[in-house]
């Protein structure tokens, strides 16, 4: 539960969710609001089955894997110019190789639980995942959007 509460905190605090998530508590200085919503949020998923909790878990870590390996290669090119420490073997070549095969594996892992062998396609779990997955970037545009 309270690693649930670390993201939430950090996102309020860049200004990506309401600054009540930011919110510290006087005496022990944690991050209380978002400590509280991320026990109700886990407490409502701890209704579901244990085998859902494993797919949502699954989909979550991949996706943010992606998304992990497509921020290295928009840094890589906006950021060329910028001294590096470490440098994969291969240059480009070897940075595709360690951004691009371990996505294609990602998504081929969840292609895989939406069909699995000898079965048909769940069309429920492809519109709960993809939409879910699809709230983060409509819910970043929708701030950008109103940022303005």
Known sequence: ILTASRLPFTMAQDGFLPRAFSVTHRRYETPWV???VGAA???VLSL????????IYAWLQMTSYVLIF??????RRSHA????????PGKTIGLLLATVVPTILALAAMLYKLVPPGSGLDLTQLYLGVGAIA??????????????
């Open 81 to 88: 110019s910028t001294a590096r420490p470490f440098l994969l």
């Open 34 to 36: 978002a400590i509280v």
């Open 135 to 148: 709230s983060g970037p409509a819910a970043y545009l929708a701030y950008r959007l109103l940022r303005r």
């Open 48 to 55: 579901l089955p244990f085998a859902r909790l494993i797919d």
């Open 70 to 75: 497509a921020t290295l290669l928009g840094l």
């Open 41 to 43: 949020v886990c407490s």
